[in-house]
């Protein structure tokens, strides 16, 4: 637990403080399988009281959390997020959680930082889990299956729907229960060797308790050191934290390190505190980071002892009343009573377009925010329509939002004889967002071609893009090699690798492409910068600020320009030296924060600073008026 904890708190730590998760897993199918094994084989295993104990165990803390965020997030959340607050609601109480995530992953999809209830995906797949289990194996009890076979059997199917499902969709991987069952089973293993194989214990566990253990620790240290975000998980990778949670649990009680580390009193009482803590500390630290913009470590930390503290309370006035001690039926109904309610407030808080959130109560404020609604029908079809040219993305997601055919619109590349000169536009949505300012700017002896798909960067390495960007990438270079445009101008979010560049460069110089313009990244925020707006700068919208911009982008674009060699037939343009100065990075262009915006998101340009970027700068490095610097 402290170790997610610590990894959502320090998020640039880029160490694999998320496998705490995975560990749980182990433990708490190590504990639930006990006793499911040990009440059903002294025939006194009671579905109505598992369940029973289920819900005075997990309701208590959960509902408490959820109606904190609930009270919080009226004031701290914009009207979308709000909204969306109330889907994920409605989703913990009905636990399936994992599930809502799974199907918002895409590209219109909000920031996990404004969705403090992001970690209920966990719980989800644990009561999914117990959903299932205590059924299947009160079967194979009646039945009189071995019990150890068949967990072994569904573990291992599990385990071949984790690996055979990450390299084809690692976000299905993550959230399906079915490619996460197999951690709970490997501690119900456990439990099953605990108690009906001594003899393993004995021959195996004792004599080699402290190497067991060391063995143990080891794996899960390792990969917190070495795992990253980045890495496709769980995958193989997540045996080093469940077997190593494994070799810690079979190593017993007796191993010296157990009894030191485990065994100390601080790490016991957050043992004890550890469940409401899970539950509490990222709704605040996504509730600060909504309301303060990025946490320093110290504000990171002091959020942490909040939750803590939160936790401690939880468990002493309202969880440890409610799971103990007298009137357990009418608790358990009262509980499920409650989450019921609450489940329902959610899904009514979803679905009403009303619902206002935080100050946008005034008018104008109002209006303002609604313009920039985070709704893809909306905004994102104003913009695709102006200027993304949808018809050029294979974006899967995109194109079955607006009910597209699977084939690329021809006139994306297909050279017109009339035009004496052809420009290649190609990357991802960030390529996608210059068209509109090209066009209006560009001679019209220029034609614009172009193959930009939402989150693909270009690359001529196959194997290592998701299918529909393979896909993309291909056609353009085969798009490309057949129009034989006169310049080629790419552009995209991330992947700024110069080796990369400098490849891609050499190829479509092969190719006949007569240049080839790099576009370093535009201004990145770290939050949309219409949301920016509403909560920090509407009193007194600058027209330029400092405040909220990404570093990482700044320092990415600085290593371009200092690294990335020019010739003739490659060449840097770099927009933030247009838009940015010792004042700041532009808000607007021109006097209206609403209608001269820069950006409607984190940073897709609008219409008016894609016509900015092309006129100031564009257009004359295409022309060959290199302004670039």
Request: charge should be neutral.
């Amino acid at each position: 637990m402290l170790s997610v904890v610590a990894f959502h708190a320090l998020p640039g730590s880029n160490l694999g403080g998320y496998i705490g998760v995975d560990i749980f897993f182990v433990i708490s199918g190590f504990l639930i399988s006990t006793i499911i094994f040990e009440n059903l084989e002294k025939n006194r295993f009671s579905f109505v009281e598992f369940y029973s104990r289920r819900i005075r165990r997990i309701f208590p803390a959960l509902l408490t959390v959820m109606f904190a965020c609930l009270a919080i997030g009226w004031f701290a959340l914009l009207s979308d997020e709000y909204a969306q607050l109330g889907r994920h609601i409605s989703g913990g109480a009905g636990f399936v959680s994992n599930f809502l995530l799974w199907s918002e992953n895409g590209y219109f999809d909000s920031a996990s930082g404004t969705k403090p209830l992001l970690h209920l995906w966990s719980l989800g797949v644990e009561e999914q889990f117990y959903i299932v289990w205590p059924l299947l194996m009160w079967v194979a009890w009646k039945r009189r299956f071995n019990f150890l076979f068949t967990t072994l059997g569904i573990a291992l199917a599990s385990f071949a729907v984790n690996v055979g499902t990450i390299g084809n969709d690692a976000v299905a991987a993550f959230y399906s229960p079915l490619s996460r069952f197999w951690e709970l089973l490997i501690g119900a293993t456990l439990a099953y060797i605990t108690l009906h194989r001594p003899d393993v214990g004995l021959r195996y566990g004792r004599p080699w308790a402290n190497w067991w253990s060391i063995l143990g620790f080891a794996l899960i240290g390792v990969n917190l050191l070495i795992l990253s975000p980045q890495d496709a998980f769980p995958g193989w990778w997540a045996l080093l934290p469940t077997l190593g949670a494994a070799a810690v649990i079979f190593a017993s009680p007796r191993a010296w390190l157990n009894q030191k580390l485990l065994a100390h009193p601080l790490l016991v009482w957050f043992g004890l505190i550890s469940y409401p803590l899970y539950l509490w500390h990222w709704p605040l630290l996504s509730l600060a980071r909504v309301i303060h913009g990025p946490l320093s470590r110290k504000l990171a930390l002091a959020v942490v002892l909040v939750a803590i503290a939160l936790a401690w309370l939880t468990v002493k006035l309202i969880e440890k009343p409610l799971r103990f001690g007298r009137f357990a039926r009418p608790k358990t109904i009262g509980l499920t009573i409650l989450m019921g309610s609450i489940g329902v407030a959610g899904y009514y808080i979803h679905g009403y377009d009303g619902m206002d959130g935080h100050g946008i109560r005034g008018q104008d404020k109002g209006e303002f925010y609604r313009y920039f609604a985070d709704i893809p029908a909306n905004r994102w079809q104003l913009s695709f329509e102006r200027y993304f040219r949808h018809e050029c993305n294979f974006y899967p997601e995109i194109r079955d939002l607006y009910h597209f055919g699977t084939e690329i619109d021809k006139t994306c590349y297909t050279p017109d004889q009339t035009h004496k000169n052809i420009l290649f536009i190609w990357g991802d949505s960030h390529a996608q967002m210059l068209n509109y300012g090209l066009t209006h700017n560009l001679p019209k002896d220029w034609q614009i071609l172009q193959i930009a798909s939402s989150g693909c960067p270009a690359s001529i390495f196959p194997g290592h893009d998701s299918e529909y960007c393979q896909q993309s990438n291909e056609f353009a270079l085969e798009a490309i090699r057949d129009a034989k445009p006169n310049v080629v101008v790419i552009a995209q979010r991330g992947d700024h690798r110069i080796a990369r560049m400098q490849a891609i460069a050499a190829e479509l110089s092969d190719l006949g492409v007569g240049k080839v313009i790099f576009l370093g990244p535009v201004p990145q925020w770290n939050e949309d910068l219409p949301k920016k707006i509403v909560r920090r700068l509407w009193e007194d919208t600058p027209e330029r600020t400092y405040s909220g911009i990404d570093s990482a982008t700044m320092a990415v674009n600085s290593e371009l320009k200092k690294n990335l060699v020019q010739t003739d037939g490659m060449v840097f343009v770099d927009p933030i030296d247009l838009y940015c100065d010792q004042d700041g990075c532009l808000t607007r262009i021109g006097p209206d924060r609403k209608l001269d915006i820069t950006s409607w998101d984190h940073g897709h340009l609008t219409p008016l600073a894609s016509d900015f970027l092309a006129k100031n700068l564009l257009v004359g490095a295409i022309l060959g008026n290199n302004r670039t610097q």
